[in-house]
């Protein structure tokens, strides 16, 4: 019978990928959540456009409309289970437990003080997810200010 690997060995697989490790540099983003983003997307130009990934991984509103009803609910329960949670995963993470400042994290904190953290923490797994394919298709490393930002 053939032996699993373990789950130490994960690290050592995203350590030898050059963009497992650049999805890394983004806060909040660890071995796990890099390497399930990485197999989930598989192939980056077959997103036309960045934005689409909140929607590929079910991170939008659900809506519903007939009539005069407009209901706005809770996450769309569409597309990879395990990314979507990962995703949240590394906001949460970002909104907790980061304790260096970055213009994503004061982005999550104005959503959270705006709408309520439950939300904040899907609008920024939201947002990381199309961080992260951008940084993937583009080949940066993530930038922790707006000088950085700018001199790019």
Same mark, same amino acid.
Request: hydrophobic residues 45%; charged residues 25%; contains cysteine.
């Given at each position: 019978?053939?032996?699993?690997?373990?789950?130490?060995?994960?690290?050592?697989? =995203?350590?030898?990928?050059?963009?497992?490790? +650049?999805?890394?540099?983004?806060?909040?983003?660890?071995? !796990?959540?890099? !390497?399930? $983003?990485?197999?989930? =997307?598989?192939?980056?130009?077959?997103?036309?456009?960045?934005?689409? !990934?909140?929607?590929? $991984?079910?991170?939008?509103?659900?809506?519903?409309?007939?009539?005069?009803?407009?209901?706005?609910?809770?996450?769309?329960?569409?597309?990879?289970?395990?990314?979507?949670?990962?995703?949240?995963?590394?906001?949460? &993470?970002?909104?907790?437990? =980061?304790?260096? $400042?970055?213009?994503?994290? +004061?982005?999550?904190?104005?959503?959270?003080?705006? +709408?309520?953290?439950?939300?904040?923490?899907?609008?920024?797994?939201?947002? !990381?997810?199309?961080?992260?394919? +951008?940084?993937? &298709?583009?080949?940066?490393? $993530?930038?922790?200010?707006?000088?950085?930002?700018?001199?790019?």
């Amino acid at each position: 019978m053939a032996k699993l690997p373990e789950l130490h060995c994960l690290p050592l697989v =995203v350590h030898d990928d050059q963009i497992c490790r +650049r999805l890394m540099s983004v806060p909040g983003v660890g071995p !796990i959540v890099a !390497i399930t $983003f990485k197999t989930a =997307v598989d192939d980056p130009t077959r997103i036309a456009k960045s934005k689409a !990934i909140g929607p590929l $991984f079910g991170l939008t509103p659900r809506e519903y409309q007939s009539g005069e009803t407009d209901v706005t609910g809770a996450v769309s329960c569409v597309g990879d289970t395990k990314v979507r949670t990962a995703l949240y995963e590394a906001a949460n &993470i970002l909104l907790s437990q =980061v304790k260096r $400042f970055s213009a994503l994290k +004061r982005w999550g904190m104005d959503v959270a003080r705006r +709408r309520g953290s439950k939300r904040a923490r899907v609008a920024l797994a939201r947002k !990381i997810g199309v961080i992260m394919h +951008r940084m993937w &298709i583009d080949g940066t490393e $993530f930038r922790w200010t707006a000088a950085e930002r700018a001199t790019a």
